[in-house]
């Protein structure tokens, strides 16, 4: 038997004239105190079509017993069987500056032995934040991504069908904690860097204190820090909405991309390498075994005989040899190997050679 494994290559080039430029501080920055916020919190599903707990989930029935009896019913965990319910824990994010009344997306996953939470109802579930303050309320019917179909041995399931989401499924009742901006303004770069940090803060002091003292400083290379001026102390927002337009141009890294499992390789196109020459060349080893079958000659008294031949076939292709001078990027690398006939892996294993060497100016990164 013969395997074959395809391997894709990506290239990512960038000419001269769409080199990253003119990027808002928005894409690149946010508010200190601007954050997302986690919420956590422990329901049932009811409804489902004999798909719920079993009877080994103790907590969903005493979840049920407990529920039943805020209604003023009384009923023994032990004494019941119920099939049509389901214990879930449900996740949710709570965006900044939420207000009361605004509906969010949930997430219903089922925690105990559940098949399916397909067209099951979630009941009114409080949801907490880390510091236990509840902060919404979830209810609402579950909406599955798969379905289970058939019984028993002979049955086919299609996605998770033990988690579910609701659209719209929980409602803020609590505002979440956030930070006021004061006198100073907070800028958080989401990835760290000094030159980056440095013409952030420059752009602005151009921007909005032109032939004024600057208002902007680099504090450390991911935090910029922005004194609001006096003309803006009752106007915040306004002031944050102008300094998140501002535009700059943003230093990158040189950095190469791996991603072995998929045979995928991202790379720019200004990577340089140091002069250097690649010797490459490729072995095959190629093993078939397929069966031969031995049959008597007839009235011999023999048995038929079933043996497995097996064949070995080795082919080398002799080496090709590539020379790159002093200014090479990687996508004369890349269009060298390719132009001989190289693969994925082949460049991936060139790529990682270079970096060993120490001839490759860039950062690489296998996924």
Same mark, same amino acid.
């Given at each position: 038997?013969?395997?074959?494994?395809?391997?894709?290559?990506?290239?990512?080039?960038?000419?001269?004239?769409?080199?990253?430029?003119?990027?808002?501080?928005?894409?690149?920055?946010?508010?200190?105190?601007?954050?997302?916020?986690?919420?956590?919190?422990? @329901?049932?599903?009811?409804?489902?079509?004999?798909?719920?707990?079993?009877?080994?989930?103790?907590?969903?029935?005493?979840?049920?017993?407990?529920?039943?009896?805020?209604?003023?019913?009384?009923?023994?965990?032990?004494?019941?069987? #119920?099939?049509?319910? +389901?214990?879930?824990? !449900?996740?949710?994010?709570?965006?900044?500056?939420?207000?009361?009344?605004?509906?969010?997306?949930?997430?219903?996953?089922?925690?105990?032995?559940?098949?399916?939470?397909?067209?099951?109802?979630?009941?009114?579930?409080?949801?907490? @934040?880390?510091?236990?303050?509840?902060?919404? #309320?979830?209810?609402?019917?579950?909406?599955?991504?798969?379905?289970?179909?058939?019984?028993? @041995?002979?049955?086919?399931?299609?996605?998770?069908?033990?988690?579910?989401?609701? /659209?719209?499924?929980?409602?803020?009742?609590?505002?979440?904690?956030?930070?006021?901006?004061?006198?100073?303004?907070?800028?958080?770069?989401?990835?760290?860097?000094?030159?980056?940090?440095?013409?952030?803060?420059?752009?602005?002091?151009?921007?909005?204190?032109?032939?004024?003292?600057?208002?902007?400083?680099?504090?450390? /290379?991911?935090?910029?820090?922005?004194?609001?001026? $006096?003309?803006?102390?009752?106007?915040?927002?306004?002031?944050?909405?102008?300094?998140?337009?501002?535009? !700059?141009?943003?230093?990158?890294?040189?950095?190469? #991309?791996?991603?072995?499992?998929?045979?995928?390789?991202?790379?720019?196109?200004?990577?340089?390498?140091?002069?250097?020459?690649?010797?490459?060349?490729?072995?095959?080893?190629?093993?078939?075994?397929? /069966?031969?079958?031995?049959? /008597?000659?007839?009235?011999?008294?023999?048995?038929?005989?079933?043996?497995? $031949?097996?064949?070995?076939?080795?082919?080398?292709?002799?080496?090709?040899?590539?020379?790159?001078?002093?200014?090479?990027?990687?996508?004369?690398?890349?269009?060298?190997?390719?132009?001989?006939?190289?693969? +994925?892996?082949?460049?991936?294993?060139?790529?990682?050679?270079?970096?060993?060497?120490? +001839?490759?100016?860039?950062?690489?990164?296998?996924?």
């Amino acid at each position: 038997m013969t395997r074959c494994i395809l391997f894709t290559l990506i290239t990512i080039t960038l000419a001269e004239s769409v080199i990253l430029a003119n990027v808002r501080v928005k894409e690149l920055a946010s508010i200190e105190g601007v954050r997302d916020n986690q919420l956590v919190g422990y @329901g049932l599903v009811v409804g489902l079509a004999g798909t719920g707990d079993r009877r080994q989930t103790i907590f969903s029935a005493q979840t049920l017993t407990n529920t039943l009896e805020r209604m003023g019913l009384s009923v023994n965990p032990t004494a019941m069987q #119920v099939s049509n319910t +389901a214990a879930v824990m !449900i996740t949710a994010t709570l965006p900044p500056f939420a207000q009361p009344g605004t509906r969010i997306d949930i997430t219903a996953a089922a925690i105990g032995d559940a098949k399916n939470l397909q067209g099951g109802l979630l009941i009114l579930t409080p949801l907490k @934040g880390s510091d236990g303050t509840i902060y919404a #309320v979830a209810q609402g019917p579950v909406v599955t991504g798969g379905f289970v179909a058939g019984r028993r @041995g002979n049955s086919q399931t299609t996605n998770h069908p033990t988690v579910g989401r609701i /659209p719209a499924g929980a409602i803020v009742e609590k505002a979440p904690p956030s930070v006021a901006p004061g006198d100073k303004l907070k800028l958080q770069l989401r990835d760290a860097d000094f030159t980056t940090a440095a013409r952030v803060a420059a752009s602005i002091n151009k921007a909005l204190a032109p032939g004024q003292p600057l208002i902007a400083r680099a504090s450390n /290379p991911a935090l910029v820090t922005i004194d609001i001026p $006096r003309e803006y102390a009752e106007r915040a927002v306004e002031f944050i909405a102008a300094v998140e337009s501002v535009s !700059i141009d943003p230093d990158r890294h040189a950095k190469i #991309v791996i991603n072995e499992k998929t045979g995928t390789i991202v790379m720019g196109k200004d990577v340089t390498i140091a002069p250097v020459s690649v010797l490459h060349g490729t072995l095959t080893v190629q093993i078939e075994t397929a /069966p031969e079958v031995s049959q /008597p000659s007839p009235l011999s008294g023999g048995t038929t005989a079933v043996s497995k $031949r097996t064949n070995v076939a080795v082919k080398e292709e002799p080496a090709q040899n590539i020379s790159l001078k002093r200014g090479a990027t990687v996508e004369d690398l890349v269009r060298a190997l390719m132009a001989i006939g190289s693969t +994925a892996r082949d460049v991936i294993a060139v790529l990682e050679g270079l970096r060993s060497a120490g +001839a490759l100016d860039a950062e690489v990164e296998v996924i």
